[in-house]
């Protein structure tokens, strides 16, 4: 006969790793919170609660549930980050800064999920390559801060990134003056959209190799922004890409706008003025409204004219 004692034993061996693997997969559970926070004297072993913040984006994404944001306590640098679920991180008043060096700032590998990335500064060194980088996903917002410093591009949608909306609203893109594509149709751009669509809203690309390059069979759509003192071209739509550029500047660049067939550019109450080669080339359509003629080495001329609705 067994002892009252060892019997107790059994039945407590019995349920100990049942109950051990419920504590695991509650304690997994309760390490996702819906809203995380960094500080730059934050540490990843924390929490990521407001009184116990963690250092990094990374370190508190893996803490953040799906359709969560990290918000941003304090200035300072949070690191690279993957995403690969839905979430928004939010640089609040202190503008979040994420520092690269020979690599990509972000990169957004979430398909299917929306992607919020509002007031960073995205800072390479010279040597980042992509600020952001982004895969797959079915919704990426920048909205508010900078990106520069890059080698690559300061915003890259990928061609598998399929129907992708990115959304630039209020950014600053400063870009890649170390990268000279060999032909203008070699990969550059402060912004490069390879597949998807854009709306980029009050935004500034300055600064680099081409300000808004589209390719394939991208659709963009541009208000209220400057593109300037890039070395090739202010705005180039190659292959399939449609791209409509409303009330916007396109100055002081190699060139101003340049569509090669079958791409289309959309020209609606815009400046193209000051570029030390053409204006305009390729298949380029004019509300009627536009003023070209401002000091362009040569202004070059729209294929036709549309009426006003």
Do not use: Y
């Amino acid at each position: 006969m067994s002892r009252p004692g060892s019997v107790r034993r059994r039945v407590s061996g019995l349920f100990s790793l049942p109950a051990l693997v419920c504590l695991l997969l509650g304690s997994s559970a309760w390490a996702q919170a819906t809203r995380t926070w960094v500080s730059g004297v934050g540490d990843d072993v924390n929490p990521c609660s407001r009184t116990a913040a963690c250092k990094t984006f990374a370190g508190a994404i893996s803490k953040t549930a799906a359709g969560g944001a990290i918000d941003v306590l304090d200035p300072g640098g949070f690191g690279t980050v993957n995403i690969s679920k839905a979430i928004t991180i939010d640089g609040g008043l202190n503008a979040g800064g994420i520092l690269f060096s020979a690599t990509n700032g972000v990169v957004v590998n979430a398909p299917g999920a929306t992607v919020v990335l509002r007031n960073l500064t995205l800072h390479g060194g010279g040597t980042g390559l992509d600020g952001i980088r982004i895969v797959a996903a079915a919704r990426v917002q920048v909205e508010g801060g900078a990106i520069l410093g890059f080698t690559g591009s300061g915003i890259h949608v990928l061609p598998g990134a399929g129907a992708v909306q990115l959304v630039v609203r209020d950014v600053s893109v400063q870009g890649a003056s170390a990268k000279t594509p060999a032909t203008p149709a070699e990969l550059a751009g402060s912004i490069l959209l390879e597949s998807g669509s854009a709306v980029i809203v009050n935004s500034q690309l300055s600064s680099g190799v081409i300000g808004l390059h589209a390719l394939n069979n991208a659709k963009v759509t541009v208000s209220d922004t400057t593109l300037v003192h890039h070395s090739a071209q202010g705005l180039l739509a190659v292959g399939g890409a449609q791209v409509v550029l409303e009330r916007s500047v396109v100055a002081q660049n190699g060139s101003g706008i340049k569509a090669e067939a079958p791409a289309l550019v959309r020209l609606s109450d815009s400046l193209v003025g000051h570029n030390t080669g053409l204006g305009m080339e390729g298949t380029v359509v004019s509300f009627g409204n536009n003023r070209v003629a401002a000091g362009n080495g040569s202004d070059g001329a729209p294929t036709s004219t549309l009426p006003q609705n």
